[in-house]
C-alpha cells in the first residue's frame, strides 16, 4: 500500500499537468469547433519545459504511455458487429478495399520520399482509418526509434487539420459531383479522418447523409483492429536477437478485442458505452497533451514539407478512390 500510495505522489505533478492541459484543450474545441487533439498538442508544446524538472517528468511519461494504452483499449467500445452489417456488404467491402490500399500506396510513396516505411504504415493507417485516434492507437503498436513521436506528432497535427479542411469542402464537393444524399454519406464516411468532422459534415448535408456517413466512418473504425493486429506482428519481427520480444497479443490490443466482441454479443447500456467512449477520449487526449510536453517545436519544423506532400497524396487518393467507386455505382 506504502508502494503504491508513493507511486502516486510521484506520478501526481506531471498527469495533473496533463490533465489540465487536456480540459483547456477540450474548452478550446467546444468553444472554437477545431479538433481537440490539435489543441491538446498544441499546448502541450508550449510546456515542454515541464520534461526538464524531476517532479514532472515521471507523471508525463505515465500519461504518454500508459493513458495512451488505455485510451487505445477503451475505442473497442465503440465497434459491434451490427454496425459493421448495417449497410450491408457493399460498404464493408469497399473499406476494406480503401484501408488496404491507402496504406500499402503510402508505405510505397514514403519509401520513394526517404521516409522510414513505417512512417507511411501510421500515416496511411491514420488518413484510412480515423485520425488522430487511429495515428496514436497504431503508433502505440509499432516498434520504438529515435524518432517515432516526432513522427506521431506530425501525424496527427496532419490529420486533424487535413480532417477540418475536409469537413468545410467535402460537402460542396459531394453537391458539385452530383451525389444524392446516400452516396454524400458514403463519400463523407469514407473519406473525412476523424468522427466529430464527418459527423459534422454528414449532418450539414442531410440527417440521412450524416447517418450514412457515421456508420459508414464506424466501419473504417473497425478496420483499427486488423491494422494494429499487423502492426504489432511487425513489432515482434524487428525484435533484435537476445531481448525479450512483445507479446503475440499487447494487453491493450487484447483488451480491444474483448471490448469489441462484448459489445457485439451483448446489448451494452448506452450510458456504458457513452461513458467508457468519453474516458477513451479523455485518455487519449491527456496522452496526447502529454507526448505534446516531450516534443519541441523545432522538432516538427526540422521534418520539412515532404510529409505535408504525402499525407495531401494519401488524403487525395483516399477521396479520389470513393468518388470512382460512387461514379461506378459499385456501392
Given amino acids: 500500500m506504502q508502494t503504491l500510495t508513493s507511486r502516486a505522489r510521484a506520478l501526481a505533478p506531471g498527469l495533473g499537468v496533463a490533465l489540465v492541459i487536456a480540459a483547456a484543450a477540450t474548452f478550446l474545441s467546444e468553444h472554437y469547433t477545431a479538433p481537440v487533439m490539435l489543441?491538446?498538442?498544441?499546448?502541450?508544446?508550449?510546456?515542454?519545459?515541464?520534461?526538464?524538472?524531476?517532479r514532472t517528468?515521471?507523471?508525463?511519461?505515465?500519461?504518454?504511455?500508459?493513458?495512451?494504452?488505455?485510451?487505445?483499449?477503451?475505442?473497442?467500445?465503440?465497434?459491434?458487429?451490427?454496425?459493421?452489417?448495417?449497410?450491408?456488404?457493399?460498404?464493408?467491402?469497399?473499406?476494406?478495399?480503401?484501408?488496404?490500399?491507402?496504406i500499402l500506396a503510402s508505405i510505397l510513396l514514403a519509401r520513394l520520399m526517404g521516409f522510414n516505411p513505417l512512417f507511411g504504415f501510421l500515416s496511411g493507417g491514420a488518413t484510412a482509418i480515423c485520425g488522430a485516434s487511429a495515428a496514436l492507437a497504431i503508433s502505440a503498436s509499432?516498434?520504438?526509434?529515435?524518432?517515432?513521436?516526432?513522427?506521431?506528432?506530425?501525424?496527427?497535427?496532419?490529420?486533424?487539420?487535413?480532417?477540418?479542411?475536409?469537413?468545410?469542402?467535402?460537402?460542396?464537393i459531394a453537391h458539385a459531383v452530383g451525389l444524392d444524399n446516400r452516396q454524400a454519406g458514403v463519400f463523407i464516411g469514407a473519406t473525412i479522418h476523424d468522427v466529430a468532422q464527418v459527423v459534422g459534415a454528414g449532418y450539414a448535408i442531410s440527417p440521412e447523409a450524416?447517418?450514412?456517413?457515421?456508420?459508414?466512418?464506424?466501419?473504417?473504425?473497425?478496420?483499427?483492429?486488423?491494422?494494429?493486429?499487423?502492426?504489432?506482428?511487425?513489432?515482434?519481427?524487428?525484435?533484435?536477437?537476445?531481448?525479450?520480444?512483445?507479446?503475440?497479443?499487447?494487453?491493450?490490443?487484447?483488451?480491444?478485442?474483448?471490448?469489441?466482441?462484448?459489445?457485439?454479443?451483448?446489448?451494452?447500456?448506452?450510458?456504458?458505452?457513452?461513458?467508457?467512449?468519453?474516458?477513451?477520449?479523455?485518455?487519449?487526449?491527456?496522452?496526447?497533451?502529454?507526448?505534446?510536453?516531450?516534443?519541441?517545436?523545432g522538432d516538427i519544423v526540422k521534418v520539412g514539407l515532404k510529409p505535408v506532400v504525402l499525407m495531401l497524396i494519401e488524403t487525395a487518393l483516399l477521396a479520389a478512390m470513393v468518388l470512382a467507386i460512387l461514379h461506378l455505382h459499385l456501392v
Fill in 39 to 54: 489543441y491538446a498538442l498544441l499546448l502541450g508544446m508550449a510546456f515542454n519545459f515541464l520534461m526538464e524538472g524531476e
Fill in 142 to 172: 509499432l516498434p520504438a526509434h529515435e524518432r517515432k513521436e516526432q513522427a506521431t506528432l506530425f501525424t496527427v497535427i496532419g490529420v486533424s487539420a487535413l480532417s477540418t479542411l475536409a469537413m468545410i469542402a467535402y460537402p460542396v
Fill in 57 to 102: 517528468r515521471l507523471g508525463i511519461e505515465f500519461a504518454s504511455k500508459a493513458l495512451l494504452r488505455t485510451g487505445v483499449a477503451l475505442l473497442g467500445m465503440r465497434i459491434g458487429w451490427a454496425q459493421v452489417t448495417a449497410l450491408g456488404w457493399g460498404p464493408v467491402v469497399m473499406v476494406l478495399l480503401l484501408v488496404a490500399v491507402t
Fill in 210 to 297: 450524416g447517418d450514412t456517413a457515421t456508420i459508414v466512418k464506424l466501419l473504417r473504425v473497425a478496420m483499427l483492429l486488423p491494422v494494429i493486429l499487423v502492426a504489432g506482428q511487425i513489432t515482434r519481427r524487428q525484435a533484435t536477437e537476445g531481448t525479450t520480444r512483445p507479446p503475440l497479443l499487447p494487453w491493450f490490443v487484447a483488451a480491444f478485442i474483448g471490448l469489441v466482441v462484448l459489445n457485439s454479443v451483448v446489448a451494452m447500456p448506452e450510458a456504458v458505452t457513452d461513458g467508457a467512449n468519453d474516458l477513451s477520449r479523455w485518455c487519449l487526449v491527456t496522452s496526447l497533451s502529454a507526448i505534446g510536453m516531450k516534443t519541441q517545436l
